[in-house]
């Protein structure tokens, strides 16, 4: 499939055209960090637009413990869920459940079953692998507040990593972590078989070391100093790594700034771009959505709200940087 996207660059803009296969990037994550920025209901209604553009979606809910996204979706009654097909006991097809929004399929995940919050890294991996094998356009990850490696792996295997922030300070604070975790997870697990550079990965990180590597920057040059080969995986592996944001709960539109804010610093710190898609804004209709169990992009199609997330789901169709 050829696609094209409009890049801004300085004022003006340049059309570009790539040779992409729609499968580039069918598995998306949310994630974020912080509990309650709106994950869930960003993944149902995300969810439910993609499948309004006739698109093939499965909303997953990752969460082994507190899972809601199928509430969202209006499901009271969940027969099979992700820890049934992690323990073997259902195959992957038995898990996916049909919903009320034609093109759009949910896996659920669990509430409160002992020892399923902590599948190991070979479970994860094979759920990860199962999604990408799923017959659909989109598989959509929500991820589980906090930054385990549980929700780090899933969001690192994800072909488009997405977070969402508020525009309070301790939810950037919280994002911010988020991605500083999730990149340096990502580098460590690169280098699992290299006990040299992991080292000085796992050196960089640790809050007690009283010389650590601050910036990626300066890892990247110890890491230079040590091996020269390794050195240029790991500036690929950052360079690759292109998380995009999304503001949710905005009061004003100068509230986006904040997106701006937390890129100059990530870019500083962790010489990470993220790619900002879009805010969505603070809407009493969303409680009455949720209490309702109907995603707003079903209960009120024409809202603002609903139009800004049109616009994002262009955005990552498309593959679009604002
Ligand atoms: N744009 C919005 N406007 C108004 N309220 C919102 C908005 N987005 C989310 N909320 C409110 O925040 C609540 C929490 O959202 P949600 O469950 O999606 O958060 P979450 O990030 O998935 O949380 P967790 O990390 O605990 O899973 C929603 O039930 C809703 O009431
Ligand atoms: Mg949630």
């Known amino acids: ?17 790539q040779n992409l296969s729609k499968d580039t990037k069918k598995v998306w994550a949310i994630g974020g960090g912080k509990g309650g920025s709106g994950k869930t209901l960003f993944t149902a209604n995300l969810g439910v637009g993609l499948a309004r553009m006739g698109e093939e979606v499965i909303v997953v809910d990752s969460d082994l413990g507190g ?9 009271k009654y969940v027969k099979h869920n992700l820890n049934d097909y992690l323990n073997n006991t259902c ?3 038995e898990i996916i459940m049909p919903t009320s929004v034609k093109g759009l399929k949910l896996i659920s995940g669990t509430n ?27 598989v959509i990850v929500d991820l589980g507040a906090g930054s385990s490696y549980n929700v780090l792996d899933f ?20 994002v911010y972590g988020f991605l500083k975790s999730a990149i340096y997870r990502k580098l460590s697990r690169t280098f699992s078989h290299n006990p040299q ?10 809050p007690k070391n009283g010389k650590r590597t601050e910036t990626i920057n300066e890892l990247s040059r110890c890491i230079y100093d040590a091996d020269k080969a390794s050195h240029e995986i790991f500036r690929k592996t950052v360079n690759d790594y292109r998380p995009c944001i999304i503001m949710n709960m905005l009061k004003n539109k100068g509230e986006q700034n904040i997106a701006q804010g937390l890129n100059l610093v990530a870019k500083k710190f962790l010489n990470l771009e993220i790619n900002y898609l879009g805010f969505l804004q ?13 995603p707003f992009m079903e209960m009120r199609p024409g809202t603002p709200i609903s139009s800004s997330l049109n616009k994002i789901i262009k955005r990552l169709v498309r593959d679009v940087e604002l």
Not at 116 to 131: D, H, R, V
Not at 156 to 166: L, R, W
């Open 67 to 75: 899972a809601n996204l199928h509430t969202l979706l209006g499901i």
């Open 91 to 93: 195959k992957i097809d």
């Open 1 to 17: 499939m050829v696609i094209y996207y409009f890049c801004l660059k300085g004022t003006g803009g340049i059309l570009l055209e």
């Open 197 to 206: 550079v992991k080292e000085l990965i796992t050196y960089a990180v640790n």
């Open 112 to 138: 409160g079953v002992l020892g399923a919050a902590n599948p190991y890294f070979s479970q994860k991996t094979k759920m990860i692998n199962c999604f990408k094998n799923l017959k659909a356009d989109y």
């Open 155 to 174: 969001f690192n295997a994800a072909d488009e990593k997405i977070v969402i922030a508020c525009p309070e300070p301790t939810s950037i604070q919280n």
């Open 282 to 294: 603070s809407d009493s209709l969303i409680p009455e959505s949720v209490k309702a169990m109907t």
